[in-house]
């Protein structure tokens, strides 16, 4: 079946603008998270929505970072003000759970490079 | 420090070695133990997965977790050019989400 689906594959921005990241996870999924991957910094998770509770936001480096989750499926995850930092790979997964024992499956990311 | 250290690599081997990858956490309450394989321009998949300490085998892929020395291992016997990739290991509290480390790149040579 069809895996998590991220848009767009490639971004380039420029400082200072907002920019939309979407994620379609795995039908029927009800976990979701974004996870952000950097040279250097590794794969760092970033929000995680599970069902209808309210997400986790620990892992937001900034105000500037926001995510929603509309319908119990897609998410957007939105960078307002860009900044050259912020330049990374933005990684989705969906699992059937939160749950330890379900796997996470990870979209192929959306690469953003603020100019 | 941080909570996973990884050695980043890259790790060039000839084809058919034995492959040995390693991470060491700082977090004793971490109980769940994770290796991902990622592909260039891919996401991370999941490789292997254990929970206790001792090994786990798949295949030519053995887990190993010494929960005493928090160290964690992926072996990979007769390793193939496919193997190449970055190989990332994870941990995980209970609910909480995944604590990974940095990745080290393996480049299997044919």
């Known amino acids: 079946g069809a895996g998590v689906s991220q848009s767009p594959s490639n971004k380039v921005t420029e400082k200072g603008k907002d920019v939309e990241l979407r994620c379609d996870p795995i039908s029927g999924h009800t976990a979701l998270y974004w996870y952000r991957q950097s040279l250097g910094q590794g794969l760092e998770f970033l929000i995680y929505?599970?069902?209808?509770?309210?997400?986790?936001k620990s892992g937001l480096p900034s105000d500037r970072f926001s995510a929603e989750r509309t319908g119990g499926s897609v998410s957007t995850l939105t960078i307002q003000r860009t900044q050259q930092e912020d330049s990374a790979v933005y990684l989705c997964?969906?699992?059937?759970?939160?749950?330890?024992?379900?796997?996470?499956?990870f979209g192929p990311g959306t690469r953003l490079t603020v100019t | 420090q941080k909570e996973v250290e990884q050695d980043p690599g890259p790790l060039s081997v000839p084809e058919g070695a034995i492959v040995s990858l390693n991470c060491t956490y700082s977090n004793s309450a971490f109980q769940y133990f994770m290796w991902y394989r990622q592909y260039s321009r891919k996401g991370p998949e999941l490789l292997m997965y254990t929970y206790s300490s001792g090994n786990k085998e798949d295949g030519r892929f053995t887990a190993q977790v010494d929960k005493s020395s928090k160290y964690i291992s992926l072996f990979i016997r007769d390793s193939q050019p496919s193997d190449s990739a970055t190989y990332l290991c994870a941990t995980r509290m209970g609910y909480s989400t995944l604590t990974f480390g940095k990745g080290t790149m393996l480049l299997v040579s044919p």
């Open positions: 929505f599970q069902g209808n509770s309210a997400p986790d």
């Open positions: 997964a969906s699992s059937l759970s939160g749950a330890i024992s379900y796997e996470q499956y």
